[in-house]
């Protein structure tokens, strides 16, 4: 059955299920529900029990984020399909349960719990999904994708490659925005999609081996660097060309962009690995923990130059800003 929220400040949330639907119709309904929520599929079941499947769909201007719980079935996106939706859509899917195999432009991938894939709606493919499934899948367009690397004409199914430091950013970013319990302004929710649509292209165009080109503007290729800075900077070996080459920049665009921060690359890592430091030291427990531990833990290799950038931060060393926290909280020693 079928639910709609909205309001003026929160993104359209559209609800379906074939819970309350006879049994002989479910798959017919659910073939109609994933035209709706996704795309024009053609749907199978792959064993003979009574199907069940919800999907809850979020939209964000032309942007929609599904996620869906199921049993098994095969989807087939075909020829006929794509003449009949002249639109083209990019699927990025992630997989939460069950394993959904894709095939594509004569390749074929395994999503399996955690891992998360790419194809071209514009193109044929068709997915199986096994075992109880849970995936949630993000509705792009097509032309939003691109722009991030536009020398990719066509493309099969692509795996994304986990170890891709930018992919961690992704999964965050689609899991947010599809959990229906998750509240998110329409506002929030549209600037986090477009970055997702530049993350996904850096993403992509590296596991491709083409050039990405600049992002559409300068503030989200600054906040893309900014997040990945924020969840790398206890690193010890985080390096501007590392960083530089993670988001898809170079050194030279990178240090051009920390300007804009006012401060430069180094400035920035060390206030983030300071401002750690010293949230570790006032927390409880400190006590119980070496000075020179804590200011490893920070990314600091040299206990020397940890005293002497936190006293320059902090107007105190270490030591004395433990001390203080200590007597604060009515502590002695």
């Known amino acids: 059955m079928h639910a709609r929220l909205s309001d003026s400040t929160t993104p359209r949330l559209d609800r379906w299920s074939t819970a309350g639907v006879a ?85 074929s ?6 891992t998360m894939g790419l194809v071209d709606a514009g193109q044929p493919f068709s997915v199986v999904l096994v075992g109880e499934v849970r995936r949630m ?17 066509q493309m099969a199914a692509l795996q994304i ?22 509240v998110i302004g329409a506002v929030a929710g549209d600037v986090m999609s477009e970055h997702l649509c530049a993350l996904l292209g850096i993403v992509a165009a590296s596991q491709l081996g083409v050039e990405s080109p600049p992002a559409s503007s300068r503030q989200i290729r600054k906040d893309l660097l900014l997040t990945y800075l924020r969840r790398h900077a206890l690193d010890p070996e985080l390096s501007p060309s590392q960083a530089a080459k993670a988001v898809g920049m170079s050194v030279r665009s990178l240090h051009d962009l920390m300007q804009h921060t006012g401060q430069s690359f180094s400035e920035w890592i060390l206030d983030a690995r300071v401002t750690h430091a010293r949230r570790l030291l006032q927390s409880p427990g400190a006590a119980q923990r070496k000075i020179a531990d804590i200011a490893t833990d920070c990314g ?34």
């Not at 032309?62 to 087939?76: K, L, R």
């Not at 991938?109 to 955690?114: A, E, N, R």
């Not at 367009?141 to 722009?147: A, I, K, T």
């Not at 320059?312 to 502590?331: Q, S």
């Open 23 to 107: 049994p002989r119709q479910r798959l017919e309904y659910w073939r109609e529900v994933i035209s709706k929520a996704v795309i024009a599929t053609s749907v199978s079941k792959r064993d003979s029990g009574d199907f069940l499947g919800q999907i809850t769909c979020r939209k964000f201007n032309d942007i929609t984020f599904n996620c869906f719980d199921s049993g098994g079935h095969e989807i087939v996106r075909s020829e006929s399909h794509i003449r009949d939706q002249a639109e083209r859509r990019f699927l990025l899917s992630l997989q939460l349960s069950g394993r959904a195999h894709i095939t594509q432009g004569g390749r």
């Open 109 to 114: 991938i395994v999503l399996s719990p955690g």
């Open 137 to 153: 899948v993000a509705v792009l367009p097509h032309e939003l994708v691109l722009s991030h690397f536009p020398r990719v004409t």
């Open 161 to 182: 490659d986990p170890l891709q430091p930018c992919a961690e950013i992704i999964r965050d970013y689609v899991i947010r925005l599809s959990q229906p319990q998750c």
């Open 300 to 333: 600091f290799s040299d206990l020397s130059h940890f005293n002497r950038m936190f006293k320059a931060r902090v107007g105190c060393t270490p030591r004395e800003a433990r001390l203080a926290c200590r007597a604060v909280d009515g502590t002695s020693g």
